[in-house]
């Protein structure tokens, strides 16, 4: 039995760090053996806010590639590809954006939390309100079945749906209506103990090499009403702990909390064995990043193969597409 289509994007915005990674790639990483997959970098979906930086656009898609090599996504297994080596997506967003009431865009609640959220941009663009459009068009482009995203991204999953069957019953389409893998968000605390998150700057880079994650783990902030060794501390508000957690043996955590809470282990020991665990499951992605940087063409001869096999799915909905509306 043929597979099941299943399509996702990112946004480039830097190095991938661990937040992203555990929270949407893994399960990239997982799923592109089931499903027939399509991975894009939305670089198109980045120009709707980073339009007046293309210097930092062009660095953050490559890095972005090279990580998501990196981590373990397998272009023999999966279509890889920047959005805009696809000038399909831009016909399939025009299109759409013919027959999408304008409401259905000014309600969809990431427009309006966005738009009061970041003040040093001014998303107050014809683009930017087309985003979720341009989104639907990744979608139904490929006629995907399944889409993974997390929570945040669910109201754009329904308006896809919506301009689905809308366009199905204008022209008697039949753009299936993709289904959402909701991936869970675990909440990785960052080096300062707040979520983490590139705008609180206390990430770390899942490429990151030992020396610059010892570094990042030697500097995170612990229980902060550990003064002294022998202080009895508290590793549920710890974020060292959060990471053991993630990390380290279950057995190796319980003896950690008990040790915590008993002043029995010190906080610089506990984070360089923290480090160390980090440094084991992340060396595989540094030691890859080294190598694709080192062969510029084999990453130029991935996305241009991914493009080629993109393309041959989208010139076929584009074909009908434009039939069916009158073109
Ligand atoms: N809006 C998505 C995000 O910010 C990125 C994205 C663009 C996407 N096109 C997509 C996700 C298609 C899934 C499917 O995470
Ligand atoms: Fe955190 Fe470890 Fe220090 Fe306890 S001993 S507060 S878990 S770093």
């Known amino acids: 039995m043929a597979k099941k289509r299943l399509l996702s994007g990112i946004q480039p915005t830097g190095k991938m760090h661990l937040g992203n990674y555990l929270g949407a790639v893994s399960n990239w990483v997982n799923l592109q053996d089931d499903y027939d997959s399509v ?3 939305v670089d198109y979906h980045s120009l709707t806010s980073v339009y007046e930086n293309p210097e ?11 990580d998501l090599l990196s981590v373990g996504i397998d272009p023999e297994k999966c279509a890889l590809c920047y959005q805009s080596d696809v000038p399909e997506h831009c016909e399939l967003h025009l299109i759409l954006s013919m027959m ?3 409401p259905w865009l000014t309600r ?3 427009y309006k939390s966005k738009m009061e959220e970041i003040k040093d941009k001014d998303l107050n663009t014809y683009g930017f309100l087309g985003y979720p459009v341009l989104q639907a068009a990744d979608i139904l482009l490929y006629e995907a079945d399944v889409v993974p995203v997390g929570q945040d991204q669910l109201p754009h999953l329904e308006l896809t749906r919506e301009i689905a069957r809308r366009f199905n019953h204008l022209y008697k389409g039949a753009f299936p209506e993709p289904m959402e893998i909701l991936t869970e968000t675990p909440a990785i605390p960052g080096t300062d103990g707040r979520k983490m998150s590139k ?22 902030v612990t229980d902060p009403n550990r003064v002294r060794r022998n202080d009895p501390g508290n590793p549920d508000i710890c974020s060292v702990f959060g990471y053991h ?4 043996a279950k057995t190796r955590q319980s003896e950690i909390d008990a040790a915590c809470r008993k002043g029995e282990i010190g906080c610089f020991d506990c984070k360089k064995e923290c480090a160390a665990q980090l440094i084991e499951t992340l ?6 990043r080294q190598a694709l940087l080192a062969d510029p063409s084999y990453v130029d001869e991935v996305l241009k193969k991914g493009a080629e096999k993109a393309r041959v799915i989208a010139q076929r909905t584009i074909q009908s597409a434009r039939q069916l509306v009158g073109l």
């Not at 060396?283 to 890859?288: A, C, G, L, S, T």
């Open 100 to 102: 999408t009431p304008l």
């Open 245 to 248: 957690k993630l990390f380290s």
């Open 199 to 220: 705008s609180y700057g206390n990430t770390i880079p899942v490429t990151a090499s030992p020396d610059e994650i010892e570094k990042l783990v030697l500097k995170m």
């Open 283 to 288: 060396r595989p992605f540094h030691e890859k």
């Open 108 to 110: 969809v609640p990431t």
């Open 56 to 66: 930092k656009l062009r660095a953050d898609k490559r890095d972005l590639v090279i």
């Open 39 to 41: 991975f894009l970098i």
